[in-house]
C-alpha cells in the first residue's frame, strides 16, 4: 500500500508556472502508475495526467497539453506536475493517484490510491 500527499498548490495569475509534489511513502512510486486529476467547483474529477508504471509513456487531457509536464525524481518517492501557462479554468483542487495497472490508465476507477489534494487557483 502507497500513501499519498500533495503539496505545492497556491493562487498565482494566468501565464504563471507552478509545481506541484507528490510525495509517495510505503511503496516506490515505479511500482505503481502516478496520474494527476483535478476537480473545479461544481463539476466533475477529470484526468489531467498520467505516467506509467515503467516512466516510458506519458498522457495527457488535451486541455493540458503543451502546458503541463508530468515527472518523477530520481529516487522514485515523488511526482511532479509542472503547470505553464496557467489560465483561469485551470483553477481547480489537484489530486494525486496510484494505480496498479501497467499502462497509463485514465480511468479514475483504475486509481485505488488518493491523496488529499491541494488547492490550485489561478486569477486572471
Known amino acids: 500500500q502507497v500513501q499519498l500527499v500533495e503539496s505545492g498548490g497556491k493562487l498565482v495569475q494566468a501565464g504563471g508556472s507552478l509545481r506541484l509534489s507528490c510525495t509517495a511513502s510505503?511503496?516506490?512510486?515505479?511500482?505503481?502508475?502516478m496520474a494527476w486529476f483535478r476537480q473545479a467547483p461544481g463539476k466533475e474529477r477529470e484526468f489531467v495526467a498520467v505516467l506509467n508504471r515503467g516512466g516510458s509513456t506519458t498522457n495527457y487531457a488535451e486541455s493540458v497539453k503543451g502546458r503541463f509536464i508530468i515527472s518523477k525524481d530520481n529516487a522514485d518517492t515523488t511526482v511532479h506536475l509542472q503547470m505553464n501557462n496557467l489560465k483561469p479554468e485551470d483553477t481547480a483542487v489537484y489530486y494525486c493517484?496510484?494505480?496498479?495497472?501497467?499502462?497509463?490508465?485514465?480511468?479514475?476507477?483504475?486509481?485505488?490510491?488518493w491523496g488529499q489534494g491541494t488547492q490550485v487557483t489561478v486569477s486572471s
Open positions: 493517484a496510484a494505480s496498479n495497472y501497467f499502462l497509463a490508465t485514465t480511468v479514475e476507477g483504475n486509481y485505488a490510491y
Open positions: 510505503g511503496r516506490t512510486i515505479p511500482t505503481y502508475t
